[in-house]
């Protein structure tokens, strides 16, 4: 890494691209900063510029931001890619790391996290919590106890969450841009992977879990 960084900015709020944006320019080290608002235009970014690192937010509208990690991760492997998250790292931060992202932040983290975040993960360094870095070594070493739902795929593992939070299979499949067939589709997966029953005892799982915000 040389010279000021080039940084791309993917999220669907243009107010909190702006915040993004407004505090990498106050940086001395960041240089060019873009902006992608849905997954067709971070990827078309990605592949026109050479990016020091890409910010990425996992609540993407549409295909999600883990399927966008991982179509980034295809293009350019080397890429960095630091997560940016509404949610709890308990909650996603494994699968993101797992799936190829170098570092998982908070929104509600400190502007001086964010910062010390794109430099380390632009410099080919990792920034994860020591919690989230056991948890993945206590994966490589111990796989019998892993929880039921580490055996989701990151799309069943979205369904999951979203049924339990109270979403119909309609409402998911509008926000996931799928038809009612393929939620219902998850939805009987995810209740044959997990051994679960119905609704009611899958709901009682994720809040047992605290899978949810």
Known sequence: MSGRLRILIVDDHPIV???????????????E????GTPQEALDLVRLGKWDAVILDIGLPGRGGLEVLKDIK???????????????EDQYAVRTVRAGAAGYLTKGAATEN?????????AGGRY????VADRLANELTVDADRPLH??????????????????TVGDIADRLSLSV???????????????????????????????LD
């Open 128 to 131: 994860i919590s020591p919690e």
């Open 74 to 88: 295809r293009e350019v492997p080397k890429l960095p890619v630091l997560i940016l998250s509404m949610h709890a």
């Open 17 to 31: 691209r702006q915040g993004l944006r407004q505090t990498l320019t106050d940086a001395a080290e960041i240089g």
């Open 33 to 36: 900063i873009a902006e992608a």
């Open 181 to 211: 067939k393929t939620v219902s589709t998850y939805r009987a997966h995810i209740l044959e992977k997990m051994h679960l029953k119905n609704n009611a005892e899958l709901m009682h799982y994720v809040l047992t879990n605290h899978l």
């Open 150 to 167: 580490a055996s989701l795929s990151d799309r069943e593992f979205d369904v999951l969450r979203s049924i339990a939070s109270g979403h």
């Open 114 to 122: 964010l910062i010390e975040a794109v430099r380390k993960v632009a």
